[in-house]
């Protein structure tokens, strides 16, 4: 059989097939053509291959390429002083309601071309690359302005054409409220709805709609009316929910169908129940919890219990996660939350894909899939999860390429 490229003698990490493990198929090849996986299997089974490229991996392990399904990677300048006052004992609560926080980032941002915001954003973006990320999430949300939301966006798509990797984008207007609309939260929504969403979606810029439900970011009933307005857009959404207290947005956002629900440390039984019933993934931020010193823990077990699948993320943002590292992250859900190793590792592939809607497209080594793949100088798989700061990453496939 004819193909582009063939990785032969590999250890493949598929998370193909059933709900829980890795798929492990020890004498494996994976064989692509025109960027898409044509085999992922047992060397033993596979059809014979005529390949233009054959590439021996000498017993490395394959994994999918990681996605990194939740972040805030596009901002304009950073927050070191505000982790100084956090360090002097000022909570992050405080410091968003004396004007700092996401406003701090709102300033920075506005002032900022899109190449200047591309530029600062390259580093993160490269740093991800470089644990073998193929596919992340970019939400805008630090412009809260129709014009500095549209520029994060544009800013987003294009780090998918300096970069070899897969970029989707959120449109993240309720993320705070901007000065301008001090003391009328409403009418921000207002905005959001009837003029931000609709010519975010004219312009192509968004592939989802997310909001920050909270005491200091928006209600359950504002965050209704973004949902709303997306689903008149065709737009899916997703939710920063029960972060810091239990608003129920978790099942506001699965009543709506939502990709996701993030965050999720206040997340009680009816919002377990709602997601379980949705399909709504729940993405876990264990760098956010880490840094912000939270004590409440996540339900996982209930989520486990539930069938909810767990994705976690690094919720790159300048405030409350300055994290860009996926293996790190992993190492921090397993520390922080207990996730296994299996967990962690279908939470940067299988769920992170499935918590952007792109199930179909990448997170498992399945033939028909985008070869996205990451090669790994590794013994075995808990390897990815165990280590921290060091990048065992041999080589990175996307699409093929
Ligand atoms: O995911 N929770 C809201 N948004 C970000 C924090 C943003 C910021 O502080 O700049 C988060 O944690
Ligand atoms: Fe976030």
């Not at 982790?83 to 968003?96: C, K, M, P």
């Not at 999430?137 to 897969?166: F, N, Q």
């Not at 949902?227 to 709506?256: I, Y």
């Not at 996205?372 to 075995?380: H, M, S, V």
Request: aromatic fraction near 6%; glycine fraction near 10%.
């Amino acid at each position: 059989m004819q193909c582009d490229r063939i990785w032969t003698n590999a250890r493949l990490v598929t998370m193909a097939g059933a709900r829980d493990g890795l798929g492990i198929v020890d004498q494996g090849v994976l064989a692509a053509t025109a960027g898409r996986i044509i085999y992922a299997g047992l060397a033993a089974e596979a059809p014979a291959f005529d390949a233009i490229e054959t590439i021996d991996c000498a017993g490395r392990w394959i994994t999918p390429g990681l996605i990194d399904c939740h972040t805030h990677l596009v901002h304009g300048g950073d927050r070191a002083h505000e982790f100084e006052l956090r360090l002097n004992g000022a909570s992050y609560e405080e410091i968003a309601r004396a004007g700092g926080g996401i406003v701090s980032t709102m300033k920075a941002t506005r002032g900022a071309s899109e190449e200047q915001l591309v530029a600062s954003a390259l580093p993160r973006l490269d740093a991800l690359i470089a644990e073998g990320v193929t596919t992340i999430e970019i939400k805008s949300g630090y412009g809260l302005a129709l014009d500095a939301e549209l520029r994060m966006l544009r800013a987003a798509r294009a780090l998918g054409t300096h970069r070899p990797v897969g970029v989707v984008t959120t449109f993240l207007g309720a993320h705070a409220l901007p000065p301008e609309y001090a003391g009328d939260a409403d009418g921000y929504i207002d905005s959001v709805c009837n003029e931000m969403i609709p010519a975010v979606a004219d312009a192509g810029l968004a592939d989802a709609v997310d909001a920050f439900c909270e005491g200091i970011g928006f209600s359950a009933a504002q965050t209704g009316r973004i949902f709303d307005a997306a689903a008149a857009r065709g737009l899916p959404v997703k939710l920063h929910a029960e972060q810091l207290s239990n608003l129920h947005g978790a099942a506001l956002a699965a009543r709506h169908g939502a990709l996701s629900a993030d965050h999720l440390e206040y997340l009680d039984d009816d919002g377990i129940a709602a997601m379980a019933k949705a399909g709504t993934v729940a993405t876990l931020l264990p760098g956010a919890f880490y840094f912000v010193r939270e004590t409440k823990l996540p339900p996982i077990d209930a989520l486990r219990a539930a069938g909810v699948s767990i994705a976690i993320a690094t919720d790159c943002n300048p405030g409350t996660s300055p994290l860009t590292s996926l293996l790190l992250t992993m190492n921090m859900a397993a520390t922080l939350f207990r996730l296994t190793v299996d967990e962690c590792l279908a939470g940067v592939t299988r769920n992170a894909a499935r918590a952007l809607g792109l199930q179909d497209e990448t997170g498992t080594l399945d033939a028909g899939k985008s070869c996205d793949l990451a090669i790994w100088d590794i013994e075995r798989p808990a390897e990815l999860v165990y280590r921290m700061g060091l990048n065992p990453l041999h080589a990175r496939v996307w699409r093929g390429k």
